[in-house]
């Protein structure tokens, strides 16, 4: 490109103790453009992000913002040099006790110069010109809670834009949002990309990418393993370049179930939606999707114990199933791998076979007492079984990379034999590899229960499935059969509109 | 294992071998076996609590009722002994039933009324506190004593009751050991057994690192959490007996620090072998250590009124132990 860089990294590089994390990366960021940083997880996007913003020291390697060396000591730093970070979690970016014309302006209390008292009519002055200039149109009384997740992810960015940054840095945004929020997020970017700002978007989601990339870096392993420049951008050239292999999408053999394990009958799940029912057999792999908030966790929870339904009826192996609380489903023979595990599955204080061996302590204890030894030969077993990379079973779980610290969550729930396991997004935040593996397992352990898992990403219900059920609006709207899939009216289907046209 | 490392594990326990080792040579007498026995003598009821608080950091909560509780037992047990004129078998009873109670409450308040627990256990403090001096008008207890209706107390400590504070017991040399030193250590084994080798015990340590995982791993959080603060009152109320054996009347005055010194304990003991998270193993060390260190300095002839500053000071130091060296919050 014939204009200089506004941001340039060269040669960055970082080691936490013996584990080189980032080994020479180089990056080029221009103004008014799009960079996508692609990378499966471990291979050092978040590395990256938090040196570039501050957070981490580098080992090595230059910076250079606009011309100048670069090297901020902290966040605050780096954003009043002009690099601005949106990071993954959209809380993180809001204060949840103030409102919004404070968290708009909330910057501008920090720092020198900022005046010692408050004047709330300035910072509603302030506030109204900052969501003027992004386009927010929301009340700036609002409470950060009342909010949509998307809203204060809005909030979050037309706060960092307050300081005309000259570098934005989006790390995984879209990953809460659901299509129509995430459009909005995407108009967003357009407008600032107008106004020349240097934007580097880091995200999984190939919609995202097609959507918004003008160039698209590859990360594998802490270094750059492919630059796509050219249009039209060669997706699946980055995607390979990612992952170092090619990985087109696997097609399934759809299995016929054998038998009914699980069946339930006009199935309530919120208020004026719609009972539904559905049933699931022995041996098939039952893929359950929709957008993000149609109630695929309301279900998954439902089935857990976790939560009642409103109305209907389940049976599970022949009798009646009514759990009252996830310790009655498990004795009961159903299992649920939750979504988000850092916040639902992994208890970061206890190392891999403690983790593992938290819902069945009672099967791996005599008289109360708990067989340290059993628990390691089962965690050892799980971890061969699952290809879990990790030293050995007494490693703490933040010693291991994301995609790891999912096939633990997997294996715990594996580790028993159930007769209704279910998954609630079980690839979230894991490179496609693991992804692919876990997958692979579920298939290859199918028989003898029902499997039902919940995914947002229609790709991975179609490379996992043998059937898929559509949500929209807490109710079941579709069904379809993995081959030959008519993908237009499940589209349609997952954006909850009627199909049009002959079928 | 890098020297940090080490330091981090083997630091406080060398520490306070270090202690033990400089106090046997510069104080006379200290090392003896009286000595020793004096130190957890002084450290036993301060321990007790100490191994109950632990009970209820595990489970991420926190209990500062157990002060009080301690106090309200041995006033109630005075009060079934002296005015009721009930022999110690129901003055034990009273006096667990209390405990109990009182760790259901904060149990149910934390638990169902989601009042957080620092609040809830502060509010169960100040009420058993006032709680305590209702039957009496304020006095404290003891034969003899004139009851605000005019009538006078008859009753009295019986022997039995105040064994459990005077009696002791042939260790090696004949009377050693105290009856409050002997319940401390089959306490600490207990609780201590209890949370790391049973699976209630990882389950309590899994309800305190994260609640939302234990609970969809099916483990009955509720009932976890309340277990913890009714086992905090239990071990709170046998200090309130022992502490009313000790003294043979039901004495207002008493038992003030009860509460800091038994928190100092259980949080120095979050350094011992660098846990860096709530434990009985630790716990039992760092009542010792504070006994230690009480105890060498008045062979020392120290001051009597430098203890709590000591006792601050060791606290401190234990918990930058534990926060700023390991690895705790950071990468």
Known sequence: ?503 | MTSRDIAIRYGFLALLFALIGFFAISAEGFASPQSAVFIFQSVAITGILALGVTATLVVGGFDLSIGSVATSAMMAAAYVMVVLEQNALVAILACLLIGAIVGLINGFLIVYTRVPDLLATLGMMFLLVGLQRIPTEGRSIATGMTMPDGSVANGKFSDAFLALGRHRFDFFIPNLVPVSVVVLIVLALLIWFFLEYTRFGRMMYAVGSNERAAELAGAPVKAYKIWAYVISGIFASIGGILLAARLGRGDIASGNNLLLDSVAAALIGFAVLGAAKPNAFGTAVGALFVGVLLQGLTMMNAPYYTQDFVKGAVLVVALVFTFALSNRGKR
């Not at chain 1, 809380?91 to 020198?112: P, W």
């Not at chain 1, 799940?269 to 041996?283: C, I, Q, T, V, Y």
């Not at chain 1, 059920?469 to 997952?494: Q, Y």
């Open chain 1, 1 to 503: 490109m014939a204009e200089d860089a506004v941001f340039r990294v060269a040669g960055l590089r970082k080691s936490f103790g013996p584990n080189q994390v980032l080994g020479g990366v180089d990056l080029d960021l221009h103004s008014g453009e799009v960079v996508v940083l692609m990378g499966a997880n471990g291979a050092g996007k978040s590395t990256l992000v938090k040196i570039v913003s501050g957070v981490y020291r580098r080992d090595g390697g230059q910076m250079m913002l606009a011309g100048f060396d670069y090297r901020p000591e902290s966040p605050a730093e780096a954003m009043r040099a002009g690099v601005v970070t949106v990071h993954q979690n959209i809380n993180d970016g809001v204060v949840a006790s103030l409102d919004v014309a404070t968290n708009l302006t909330l910057d501008r209390l920090n720092g020198a110069g900022a005046p010692l008292f408050l004047n709330p009519r300035r910072i509603r002055r302030e506030a109204r010109a900052v969501a003027e200039r992004m386009g927010l149109h929301m009340s700036l009384d609002a409470a950060i809670p009342d909010l949509s997740l998307a809203d204060r992810q809005m909030v979050a960015i037309a706060r960092a834009m307050a300081h005309e940054p000259k570098v934005l840095i989006l790390d995984e945004p879209t990953s809460s949002l659901s299509s129509a929020e995430a459009n909005r997020l995407f108009a967003l970017i357009d407008r600032l990309r107008e106004r020349g700002v240097a934007i580097l978007y880091i995200s999984h989601r190939m919609s995202d990418i097609r959507r918004l990339a003008d160039r698209i870096v590859s990360l594998r392993d802490g270094q750059i393993a492919g630059v796509f420049a050219d249009r039209p951008l060669d997706y699946e050239a980055a995607v390979n370049a990612m992952l170092g292999q090619a990985m087109g999408r696997r097609t399934i053999e759809p299995r016929t179930a054998t038998g009914t394990v699980f069946s339930a009958e006009n199935l309530k799940l919120a208020e004026g939606a719609r009972p539904f029912s559905l049933s699931l057999g022995d041996g098939e792999v039952v893929a359950v999707t929709g957008l993000v908030g149609v109630g695929k966790t309301a279900l998954a929870e439902t089935l857990f114990g976790a939560r009642r339904p409103l109305g209907g009826s389940m049976t599970l192996k022949g009798s009646v199933y009514a759990p009252a609380s996830p310790g009655e489903a498990i004795a009961g023979g159903a299992f649920l791998v939750a979504k988000d595990r850092s916040e639902n599955g992994i208890v970061s204080d206890f190392n891999v076979y403690e983790n593992m061996s938290l819902p069945f302590l009672r099967r791996l204890s005599t008289f109360g007492v708990s067989r340290r030894r059993a628990e390691r030969a089962l965690a050892r077993r799980q971890i061969a079984e699952l290809g879990i990379v990790c030293r050995s079973e007494r490693d703490d779980m933040t010693t291991l990379s994301g995609g790891n610290q999912q096939k633990v969550m997997v294996a715990r729930w594996m580790a028993q034999g159930a007769s209704l396991f279910m998954l609630d997004e079980p690839f979230q935040g894991v490179d496609i590899a693991a992804r692919h593996d876990i997958a692979a397992k579920l298939r290859a352990s199918a028989a003898g229960r029902a499997t039902l898992i919940f995914v947002t990403e229609l790709d991975e219900a179609l490379e996992t499935a043998d059937r898929i059920l559509v949500m929209s609006e807490h109710t079941i709207v579709g069904e379809h059969v993995n081959a030959g899939i008519d993908m237009d009216r499940l589209l349609a289907e997952v954006a909850g509109q009627p199909v049009r046209g002959a079928a």
